[in-house]
T-cell receptor, first 109, second 113 residues
Framework: QQPVQSPQAVILREGEDAVINCSSS?????VHWYRQKHGEAPVFLMI?????EQKGHEKISASFNEKKQQSSLYLTASQLSYSGTYFC??????????FGTGTRLKVLA | GAVVSQHPSWVICKSGTSVKIECRSL??????MFWYRQFPKQSLMLMAT?????????EQGVEKDKFLINHASLTLSTLTVTSAHPEDSSFYIC?????????FGPGTRLTVL
C-alpha cells in the first residue's frame, strides 16, 4: 500500500514554516524524502534509517516514528526554491521503493 | 552525489511504433536499476526492477511484453515501449542505488500521438 501524505497541497508565504506528514499502514524500515520540481526527476533530500532518528540539512529536517509508522518533514523559514512536490518513499524489499501520494508545496513571495 | 542520465529527454512518436529509453549510471556501477512511470499530478509508480545479466522483475499489472527491459551492462539499462499507444504517454524515470541512496535520472517524457 502506498503511504499517505498530508496535506495534499499547501501554500506558504516566504519565511513561513510547513510540516508534511507521511503515514504507512505497513511497518516502515526506512524513510526517504524527495522533492520534485515540475517536469523534473525527484531529488533526494534525506533518508532516515531507524525509529527515533531525526535529521536536518539547513532549514529542512525530518523525523521518523517507527512505532507509529510515520515520518514528518519540517520546512523552516521557507524559501521560494522550496516550491515543488514532496514525496516520502519507503523500502519494501531490497532497494525496492514505494512512494507516497505526494504533497504539493507552493511558496509565494 | 552520484549521477544517472537518461536519453532522450523527450520523445514524440506515432501510435504503433516502438520507443527505446536509455538509463546510464555515469560514475558508479549499478547491478540493479529501477523504472518508474509518473502520470501528471500523480506519484511515481514502480514498473520494474532491472537486473544486470538477468531478467527484469515486473510489478503487478505491468505488461512485460510491452515494456521490454534490458540491463546489458553495469552502467546501462534500457526500456523499450513496444507498439506504443496514447495511453502510454507519461513521464518515465529510471533510478539506480548506490550506498543507501536512490538516484534518479532526469526522466523521459513520452508523448504518443
Amino acid at each position: 500500500q502506498q503511504p499517505v501524505q498530508s496535506p495534499q497541497a499547501v501554500i506558504l508565504r516566504e519565511g513561513e514554516d510547513a510540516v508534511i506528514n507521511c503515514s504507512s499502514s505497513k511497518a516502515l524500515y526506512s524513510v526517504h524524502w524527495y522533492r520534485q520540481k515540475h517536469g523534473e526527476a525527484p531529488v533526494f533530500l534525506m533518508i532516515l534509517l531507524k525509529g527515533g532518528e531525526q535529521k536536518g540539512h539547513e532549514k529542512i529536517s525530518a523525523s521518523f516514528n517507527e512505532k507509529k509508522q510515520q515520518s514528518s518533514l519540517y520546512l523552516t523559514a521557507s524559501q521560494l526554491s522550496y516550491s515543488g512536490t514532496y514525496f516520502c518513499g519507503t523500502e519494501t524489499g531490497t532497494y525496492k521503493y514505494i512512494f507516497g501520494t505526494g504533497t504539493r508545496l507552493k511558496v509565494l513571495a | 552525489g552520484a549521477v544517472v542520465s537518461q536519453h532522450p529527454s523527450w520523445v514524440i512518436c506515432k501510435s504503433g511504433t516502438s520507443v527505446k529509453i536509455e538509463c546510464r549510471s555515469l560514475d558508479f556501477q549499478a547491478t540493479t536499476m529501477f523504472w518508474y512511470r509518473q502520470f501528471p499530478k500523480q506519484s511515481l509508480m514502480l514498473m520494474a526492477t532491472s537486473n544486470e545479466g538477468s531478467k527484469a522483475t515486473y510489478e503487478q499489472g505491468v505488461e512485460k511484453d510491452k515494456f521490454l527491459i534490458n540491463h546489458a551492462s553495469l552502467t546501462l539499462s534500457t526500456l523499450t515501449v513496444t507498439s506504443a499507444h496514447p495511453e502510454d504517454s507519461s513521464f518515465y524515470i529510471c533510478s539506480a542505488v548506490t550506498g543507501n541512496t536512490q538516484y534518479f535520472g532526469p526522466g523521459t517524457r513520452l508523448t504518443v500521438l
